[in-house]
């Protein structure tokens, strides 16, 4: 009786709605060098300043760039003589800067500088003969560009389930790399199996997998055990955005989407949802997860708890090319008008 009395004058009130809120997320130092880094060649230069291939994997991004005056191109052999090429954050093989030099283009290397140390150490373990077992997605376009640096020398293993197909010259001469932005818990999992079949793989000095990608996963595991649903914002050709969402699901979330925008939200994915989990892949901008929010707010889930991971300070210099340029009008500037300005006066 008392337990009905209970439930007609006092209805256990539903669970408040909330949203938790990943931290970091969003733009990496790699990928907000590469952003201004055409957007500064932009303005230096005037438009149309090429780029090979998407700048970093964002839909938003690349449209936004276009606007602006950036033109996307599959091959540096599709840019017309004498202009200018920016090459993605996610690194090209030398042959790519041949192909460049051949055209006669003038080139801003927006590579990582994460993903140059990579690159670097394939060269090295290379000139040492090493074999090297590269870690990544087959086709990614950083895996094609490390690859580049020594063909002879590389194998990709794409995932634990490659690790039977390897084959080496020496099993006491073999060294793994990896893709910078994978999952870490299944990277280690490949060099587990990779160690059973060589017990004497070399590690490379340091990690390869960036400090970026981690954090963004450490955050999500955090938030993922709680959430219902976790919706990561992110392209379908971002890596560690799709990351994110596998990572969420491991975490123990019950569903998690990729979405560009929040327009892509389903609202059938909220039934039955009072903890959401929000977060986005380091090629994207804070926009874009603001409208996620409102979105989410819209319907009853405004009530947002930040949970942090990881404190991110660093940053990266522009490209070199670029840096010069700038440095060159900054010292024009300083320098005042030349004479023949000073007589239109
Ligand atoms: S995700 Fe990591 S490697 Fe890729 S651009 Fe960002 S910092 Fe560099």
């Known amino acids: 009786m008392d337990r009905m009395t209970a439930a007609t004058s006092s209805p256990t009130p539903a669970p408040a709605k909330r949203v938790l809120l990943a931290a970091p997320r969003g733009y990496c130092a790699g990928v907000d060098r590469a952003v201004i880094a055409v957007e500064k060649a932009l303005e230096q230069y005037g438009a149309p300043v090429y780029v090979r291939h998407e700048i970093v994997h964002n839909k938003y991004v690349v449209k936004t760039l276009e606007k602006k005056g950036a033109i996307f191109v599959d091959e540096t052999v599709e840019v017309p003589e004498g202009n200018i090429v920016i090459f993605s954050a996610h690194g090209v093989a030398p042959t790519v800067h041949e192909e460049a030099r051949r055209g006669k283009l003038a080139t801003i290397d927006a590579t990582c500088p994460l993903v140059t140390k990579v690159h670097k150490e394939a060269v090295r373990f290379a000139k040492e003969d090493y074999d090297i077992l590269l870690i990544g997605h087959e086709g990614h376009e950083e895996v094609i560009g490390t690859s580049g640096e020594a063909p002879d020398h590389i194998q990709l293993v794409d995932g634990p389930g490659d690790v039977e197909n390897v084959e080496v010259r020496d099993p006491d001469k073999v060294v793994w790399l990896s893709q910078t932005t994978l999952s ?88 039955g949802v009072t903890t959401v ?69």
């Open 277 to 345: 989990g929000v977060t986005s892949g380091a090629s994207v901008p804070e926009i874009l997860v603001e409208g996620v929010l409102e979105w989410l707010a819209a319907r009853g889930f405004g009530d947002v708890e930040v949970i942090r991971a990881a404190e991110e300070s660093i940053t990266f210099s522009l490209p070199k090319e670029l840096r010069r340029d700038l440095r060159t009008e900054a010292a024009e500037l300083a320098a005042g008008p030349a004479d023949g300005d000073a007589s239109q006066g």
């Open 184 to 271: 870490v818990d299944e990277t280690m999992e490949t060099v587990g199996a990779l160690k059973e079949r060589f017990p004497n793989l070399l590690s490379p000095p340091s990690d390869d997998i960036c400090y970026a990608t981690q954090n963004r996963q450490t955050a999500v595991k955090q938030m993922g055990a709680e959430a219902d649903l976790v919706i990561v914002v992110g392209s379908k050709n971002s890596s560690n955005s799709v990351r994110l969402v596998e990572v969420a699901l491991g975490a123990g979330a019950r569903d998690a989407h990729l979405v560009d925008y929040a327009e892509e939200i389903d609202e059938a994915w909220l039934e």
